[in-house]
């Protein structure tokens, strides 16, 4: 069974920075983006920022988050700083076979990992 599996989340003053994880176990994703989504309570799940071999982000975190892959640890991180109360969420990874405007939605994915929380306080 292939997994994502997300680390790196917890709690951080606004300002502050966190950089989160994601290891797949299971098999390698060097040829599928990668990307990152949020859920926020009582929201819908956004897109974060993708990576395939150029980056895509979300208009809210362009600038202050990063996306980047090592293929040879077979990771993903997502750096994120500047953070604000409102990036307050649970933090899930994804791979899939989108392209380009396709890896702005969910369905661009087809595996993803149980997700981990940040808690941005003001």
């Known amino acids: 069974q292939v997994l994502l599996v997300e680390s790196g989340g917890g709690l951080v003053p606004a300002g502050g920075s966190l950089r989160l994880s994601c290891t797949p176990s299971?098999?390698?994703?060097?040829?599928?983006?990668m990307g990152w989504f949020r859920q926020a309570p009582g929201k819908e799940r956004e897109f974060v920022a993708a990576i395939t071999w150029s980056s895509y982000y979300a208009d809210s975190v362009k600038g202050r988050f990063t996306i980047s892959r090592d293929n040879a640890k077979n990771t993903v991180y997502l750096q994120m700083n500047s953070l604000k109360p409102e990036d307050t969420a649970v933090y899930y990874c994804?791979?899939?076979?989108?392209?380009?405007?396709?890896?702005?939605?969910?369905?661009?994915?087809?595996?993803w990992g149980q997700g981990t929380q940040v808690t941005v306080s003001s």
């Open positions: 994804a791979a899939g076979p989108c392209s380009g405007y396709g890896c702005y939605g969910r369905t661009g994915y087809d595996i």
């Open positions: 299971g098999r390698t994703f060097s040829r599928s983006t």
